[in-house]
């Protein structure tokens, strides 16, 4: 993984696709806090403060290896992926909150996701110096992130409609070049792979489990109705695997296949429970009667 092509790839890679995050935001989805105060403020909490510690509980309870630990971490401090959208869509959440959600989130994890894998890498690596994202390695995160969500919002601000014809070909773009970074990292670690699976695989699936439900059972407790308690639900529950795999593996960053593992087995289990969550809230809904608002951005103030 150390090899200069790898080290060029993923952070064009990371790049490219917080790029095309920016192309699919406007300021208009920071502005509709104001309509969903409590559900943004509820989900936020959840997310930045109550995952990473629940993660933390099952690491400990687990006894995870350093590595696999902090791949762990790395996972829960990661934001929503844009696909909750899609989940939210599905499952009569309200998808202009999964928007705002994830626009505030994505920002916000550029300051949280260094600290949490900092204090991550101290913990778990105490005798272990220089590992972990160092002051130069945290601005190469906000740098390699912040930067292209910015410019991606640029563009939409300046053409809309080239941004929208531009946001799916990138997206591709990007996959196509992560899933090769991806397979070649598996190549390298075939041998230890059925342990990592061993070793993370219960640990994920009851991960993904908890933020769903953390997602959902928050919202609610705190008096958000059903359709905006639906879209936490997803938006925690359905995390952006992509943008942890990448600062895993990227020779600039962590640059530890094994720190990807729990990544890579998260983005696998949690579409199968997000649908699994999903069809019991459909259910929840139907008995209360509730639906999700319109979803388009238009329909949003």
């Known amino acids: 993984m150390n090899s200069s092509l790898f080290t060029v790839l993923l952070p064009v890679a990371l790049g490219v696709?917080?790029?095309?995050?920016?192309?699919?935001?406007?300021?208009?989805?920071?502005?509709?806090?104001?309509?969903?105060p409590r559900p943004v403020v509820v989900a936020l909490a959840c997310q930045v403060l109550l995952l990473p510690l629940l993660c933390f509980g099952l690491v400990v309870a687990f006894g995870l290896p350093p590595a696999l630990a902090v791949g762990m971490m790395l996972l829960a401090a990661s934001p929503g992926g844009t696909t909750a959208n899609l989940y939210s869509h599905l499952f009569g959440g309200d998808v202009a909150l999964n928007v705002t959600l994830t626009a505030i989130n994505s920002l916000i994890s550029v300051v949280t996701l260094p600290i949490i894998v900092n204090l991550s890498m101290a913990h778990f690596f105490a005798d272990s110096a220089g590992l972990g994202l160092r002051f130069d390695k945290t601005v190469q995160v906000f740098a390699i992130v912040l930067v292209p969500v910015g410019l991606g919002m640029l563009v939409r601000s300046r053409a809309a409609a080239f941004a929208d014809r531009c946001?799916?070909?990138?997206?591709?773009?990007?996959?196509?070049?992560?899933?090769?970074?991806?397979?070649?990292?598996?190549?390298?670690?075939?041998?230890?792979i059925g342990g990592y699976l061993a070793e993370v695989g219960l640990i994920a699936l009851l991960f993904s489990v908890l933020?769903?439900?953390?997602?959902?059972?928050?919202?609610?407790?705190a008096g958000v109705r059903h359709p905006q308690a639906v879209?936490?639900?997803?938006?925690?529950?359905?995390?952006?695997?992509?943008?942890?795999?990448?600062?895993a593996l990227s020779p600039a960053l962590l640059d530890n296949a094994r720190m990807a593992v729990p990544s890579a087995v998260y983005?696998?289990?949690m579409f199968f429970t997000a649908a699994l969550a999903g069809l019991l809230l459909r259910r929840i809904g139907a008995r209360e009667g509730t639906s999700a608002p319109p979803a388009d951005r238009a329909a949003a103030p």
């Open 17 to 36: 696709v917080m790029f095309g995050l920016g192309l699919g935001l406007a300021v208009a989805d920071f502005r509709r806090v104001a309509r969903y």
């Open 167 to 192: 946001r799916r070909p990138v997206k591709i773009a990007s996959v196509v070049i992560l899933v090769g970074v991806i397979v070649a990292a598996i190549a390298g670690e075939r041998d230890h």
């Open 211 to 221: 933020s769903l439900s953390v997602g959902y059972g928050a919202s609610r407790a």
């Open 231 to 247: 879209a936490a639900c997803m938006e925690i529950g359905v995390h952006n695997t992509t943008l942890a795999l990448a600062v």
């Open 267 to 269: 983005g696998v289990l």
